[in-house]
């Protein structure tokens, strides 16, 4: 089964408009972590954001924020006031408390227009 | 500031070549991980190690070899490549935040294998 669901393989947005990326995740450990990576064309990961299953609040970082649903499963990525230069695929992945795997979701490719 | 350092870039191998992809960290973190990433798959753990001196096999460590040389160095070796392992390969090493980890990844290596 899909641990990590992005149902959005492309996006495609005016610069300055706010973006909300889905992902939706499967667990039964009350435990775990969710992430979202930035993967620019020039291929590195860029770790973007993290919120904790325990979290009281929605994560935030700057621009980027996690909206998160812990009963509906979901954790989209919400990017405010796009940039050119927000262009990139973005990753979804969750990590259960004790496994050492990060799982990762397909991906969505954003693409932000002048 | 250099985080994961991994090299190769690039590398084209003809089949039944071995190589050894190498990856450094200076951020003293206690786990690595060799992650592969193919078109539509997002990436998938290849080999993983929770501390110095240890390793464990990921969801496809078939083909691979891997080695934690100390603290710093975790090297990825491929004995005989065949044209399947055409990928882009991510080191990453963690530190835990708020009881789970958070990765940080290295630029990636584009191998391809004819």
């Known amino acids: 089964a899909q641990k990590i669901t992005q149902t959005q393989p492309g996006m495609f947005v005016q610069e300055k408009e706010a973006v909300t990326l889905d992902c939706t995740y499967d667990?039964?450990?009350?435990?775990?972590?969710l992430f979202w990576y930035k993967q620019p064309s020039s291929g590195e990961m860029i770790f973007l954001i993290y919120?904790?299953?325990?979290?009281?609040q929605n994560a935030t970082e700057g621009r980027y924020s996690l909206n998160f649903q812990k009963a509906r499963k979901s954790a989209n990525l919400v990017i405010s006031a796009s940039q050119l230069g927000d262009s990139a695929m973005y990753f979804c992945?969750?990590?259960?408390?004790?496994?050492?795997?990060?799982?990762f979701g397909q991906g969505t490719r954003l693409t932000i227009n002048p | 500031n250099a985080g994961v350092t991994q090299t190769p870039k690039f590398q084209v191998l003809k089949t039944g070549q071995s190589m050894t992809l190498q990856c450094a960290q200076d951020?003293?973190?206690?786990?690595m991980y060799w992650y592969r990433q193919d078109p539509g798959m997002g990436l998938r753990l290849i080999y993983y190690s929770a501390s110095e001196g240890t390793t464990d096999k990921g969801e496809v460590p078939n083909g691979y070899n891997v080695s934690r040389l100390n603290k710093r160095e975790f090297s990825l070796r491929l004995e005989s490549a065949a044209p399947s392992q055409t990928s882009v390969y991510f080191c990453?090493?963690?530190?835990?935040?708020?009881?789970?980890?958070?990765?940080?990844f290295g630029s990636g290596t584009q191998l391809s294998v004819l």
């Open positions: 990453a090493s963690s530190v835990e935040v708020r009881h789970n980890e958070k990765l940080f």
């Open positions: 919120q904790g299953s325990y979290d009281q």
């Open positions: 951020m003293n973190h206690n786990s």
């Open positions: 992945a969750m990590r259960e408390r004790g496994a050492q795997k990060l799982v």
């Open positions: 667990t039964s450990d009350p435990s775990y972590g």
